[in-house]
């Protein structure tokens, strides 16, 4: 038997057996396909729900779903904006209906307990609609004790301290940290050959009215892309957010699924 974590390098009937008691517990990591800059791909929203993912998985024995490619629309204010080649969104109902189909059938092959974490801030209330609709209809249905954990592993670095050790320069809070110090470091620490440092440009932070204006004007969007600079990211930063990450949701997991 594959002792992957991963469901998609599983047989099915590898899969059916590690489900068929309820207790599995699922992970499914939310991403998009959206710039992040000169200096890194565009799949990091994927790439680092993934990686943390894995890790947990590997922590707590639950496995891991295929993650979601495409996500909502890039904001200009989390995310830089939708207007940059490369960057390919979904409607927000799009996604919605993507994550209850999914939890749907994750129902039906038995499954009770998931946990879908976020990489991409503009997903976060089209997860919760998609839970919303898929746990009322599994109701419907006679289904009462599925069970879904959702959560933005960012939101696990919260120790002053920690902070502290990532930022001494002072931070400047999250809403423009796209393609800066946090998601660099961590790209360093688990794909550095897709970062190249040489190509950061180092830009005073983003500026932006306490409002938004449609249609977006992207003058207002820093030229490479970034709300932040990276000049300051390193391996080092990246391996004690990792920790601190998986660290702290292997934890939460383990309160609200306290048998896995």
């Not at 799949?43 to 495409?70: F, K, S």
């Not at 391996?239 to 939460?252: H, K, R």
Request: glycine letters at 10%.
């Amino acid at each position: 038997m594959s002792k992957s974590v991963f469901v998609g390098e599983l047989t099915w009937k590898e899969y059916e057996a590690r489900v068929a008691s309820g207790d599995a517990v699922l992970m499914l990591p939310v991403g998009a396909l959206e710039q992040h800059g000169h200096h890194m791909c565009m799949n990091v929203d994927v790439l680092l729900p993934t990686a943390v993912c894995q890790r947990v998985a590997e922590r707590i024995g639950a496995l891991v779903l295929p993650g979601l490619q495409y996500g909502y629309k890039s904001q200009q204010k989390s995310g830089g904006g939708n207007h940059f080649p490369g960057t390919t969104s979904l409607d927000g109902a799009t996604l919605t209906g993507t994550v209850q189909d999914i939890i749907r059938e994750l129902a039906r092959h038995g499954v009770r307990r998931l946990v879908l974490m976020n990489g991409h801030y503009e997903n976060s209330m089209f997860i919760v609609e998609g839970i919303d609709l898929a746990l009322r209809e599994l109701r419907y249905a006679g289904i009462h004790d599925f069970k879904v954990v959702v959560l933005s592993y960012w939101d696990f670095v919260k120790d002053p301290a920690v902070i502290q050790q990532l930022y001494p320069e002072g931070f400047l809070g999250w809403d423009i940290e796209h393609g800066g110090v946090f998601e660099t470091s961590l790209m360093l620490a688990l794909y550095p050959d897709l970062v190249d440092l040489d190509r950061v440009v180092d830009h005073p932070p983003a500026t932006f009215p306490p409002y938004d204006v449609f249609p977006v004007d992207p003058a207002r969007t820093p030229a490479p892309g970034t709300l932040s600079s990276a000049k300051t990211a390193s391996r080092e930063k990246g391996e004690l957010i990792l920790e601190v990450c998986v660290q702290g949701i292997a934890e939460a997991i383990g309160t609200e699924f306290p048998s896995s």
